[in-house]
């Protein structure tokens, strides 16, 4: 089937044109019309650099993995979406017989096709198929756009898995970008007293203090510790804090940031191995965790969102019709600081 689509041609060079597109649709598929879908941080770093670590494009591919839509096709054997429904789709489908996904962590799956992740399209595209087991309704309190949010949320969702917190837990979010922002808001809901969040950009900061809950740490004017120190106590640390930045630098502040037997949780990606003082780790017994993408937790994000627990709309800052993809994208690359999410509607 051939369908217009927002197209990666090569780095630096996008096309909004007709390419063709799988239309199989199998027995436990669900066809969906594309409502929104968000620009995340990996498609931008896939239109300016052509790659992220391994994957590299090297033929034209889709944009675009945070979406949401409505059901217009269910395959035969599908029976908990009918057409019409509203739904968001976790844009990563793993082999369910894999042994990944038979423990469950089906995001580590070694099999796994990722939407706009090469070789496989994304969902920039009026249409996709996607399994109905990936697909999940929508509440009818919860827009297309929180519904394309949930994707990015997820990842929070995941962190606050991982970091096992407890009720009434400070923590710290390094990074104050669309992710550190999803992690702060997901361990708010997750049962933080506060969540403290560092960077170095005001506009940035700014966004993330109209929370009630989170305490913005500009690092250019205070050091991590001191603020951390004020909140938690001389030199005892966060219970845990959250690694959101992907900066090189910042290690050493979240080693000294973690209270004793606290947890780390790395979620920010650098892009070269970095230096870590293991033992300064090991002296705390701290409990490190890694994050990649997410598994069972779309279900929750949506509830949280339902049940009014968080709020995504005030970060969305600007919406985009599908004729203006390219723009939208340019405008993500310039990276404003008062842009947190940007989105594109295809079906408005
Ligand atoms: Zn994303």
């Given amino acids: 089937m051939k369908a217009k689509a927002l197209v990666l041609e090569k780095q630096r060079e996008l096309s909004l044109r007709d390419i063709d597109l799988p239309d199989q649709l199998g027995p436990n598929d669900v066809r969906i019309r594309i409502h929104t879908v968000g620009i995340c941080g990996s498609d931008v770093h896939y239109y300016t650099h052509g790659r992220i670590g391994p ?5 034209p591919m889709v944009l675009g993995h945070e979406a949401s839509g409505v059901i217009t096709e269910v395959g035969s054997h599908v029976s908990h979406l009918k057409v019409g429904e509203r739904v968001c789709m976790e844009p990563g489908i793993p082999d369910p017989t894999s042994r990944a996904a038979k423990l469950g962590v089906y995001n580590v799956d070694p099999g796994v096709r990722f939407w ?9 595209t009026p249409e996709v198929i996607h399994p109905a087991a990936f697909t999940f309704a929508l509440p009818d309190s919860v827009s297309f756009a929180e519904g394309a949010m949930i994707e990015p949320f997820a990842i929070g969702m995941q962190a606050v898995v ?22 702060a808001l997901a361990a708010l809901a997750g049962g933080a007293s506060e969540v403290l969040v ?5 506009e940035k900061l700014a966004i993330a203090g109209r ?4 305490t913005p740490v500009n ?19 966060a219970d845990v804090v959250f690694e959101a930045s992907g900066s090189p630098r910042v290690y050493d502040d979240v080693l000294a940031c973690t209270r004793p037997a606290g947890a780390i949780v790395l979620v920010g990606m650098p892009v070269e191995p970095v230096t870590f003082d293991i033992v300064s780790a090991q002296a705390k017994e701290l409990r490190i965790e890694t994050v990649f993408r997410y598994a069972n937790v779309y279900d929750r994000a949506i509830d949280l969102i339902a049940a009014g627990k968080v709020d995504l709309k005030p970060l969305i800052s600007e919406t985009f019709d599908f004729d203006e993809s390219i723009t939208a994208f340019e405008r993500a690359a310039s990276a404003r600081p008062h842009d ?9």
Avoid at 211 to 214: H, N, S
Avoid at 219 to 237: I, K, Q, T
């Fill in 198 to 202: 560092s960077d170095l950009v005001e």
């Fill in 116 to 124: 706009a992740t090469p070789p496989v399209h994304g969902c920039l």
């Fill in 55 to 59: 994957f590299v494009v090297r033929e």
């Fill in 219 to 237: 690092v250019s004017r205070e050091s991590l510790r001191a603020a951390v120190d004020r909140r938690c106590g001389e030199d005892w640390g």
């Fill in 340 to 348: 947190v999410k940007l989105q594109i509607t295809l079906d408005a």
């Fill in 162 to 183: 991982k970091a096992r917190m407890q009720p009434g837990d400070v923590c710290v979010v390094t990074g104050a970008g669309p992710i550190g922002l999803m992690v």
């Fill in 211 to 214: 929370y009630a809950g989170i």
